[in-house]
């Protein structure tokens, strides 16, 4: 069994894993064909191994496949969850604030760089403990 990686959308406010699915074959040598529920009865079922993660067998461990709620567009609402780091970037005579900023359901490597002005516009409350 495997999770698809990043399905739908792709980048910061993509869904990590979804899954796991029952891989049906193999076809070539880099991609797999994967059994989708019928509400994904739309997406092609053939996914590159770069998009699977592996499922680590436990004997202990009960799979209770909970199927999670995706709109038909496939987008979910993200939010940030705090910032990491604060850097001052120069572009000739000015000077560029940004912040690294980590993700809700993202770890802190796929944290991404914000432009500090538009992050206290829209989320001023990640400012409070920082100032």
Do not use: C, Q
Not at 101 to 110: F, G, I, L, Q
């Amino acid at each position: 069994m495997r999770g698809i990686r990043r399905f739908g959308l792709r980048g910061k406010l993509s869904p990590r894993y979804l899954g796991p699915f029952e891989v049906l074959e193999r076809v070539g040598a880099v991609a797999y064909k994967i059994a989708l529920p019928p509400r994904l009865a739309g997406v092609h079922d053939v996914f590159h191994v770069s998009n699977l993660h592996k499922y680590i067998h436990d004997p202990e461990h009960i799979l209770s496949f909970e199927p999670s709620e995706i709109p038909e567009d496939m987008t979910y609402e993200e939010f940030p969850a705090y910032i990491i780091d604060r850097e001052v970037r120069k572009l000739r005579n000015r000077k560029i604030p940004y912040v690294k900023v980590r993700w809700s359901n993202h770890n802190d490597r796929e944290a991404t760089r914000e432009l500090e002005s538009a992050m206290r516009e829209h989320y001023p409350h990640l400012f409070e403990n920082l100032d």
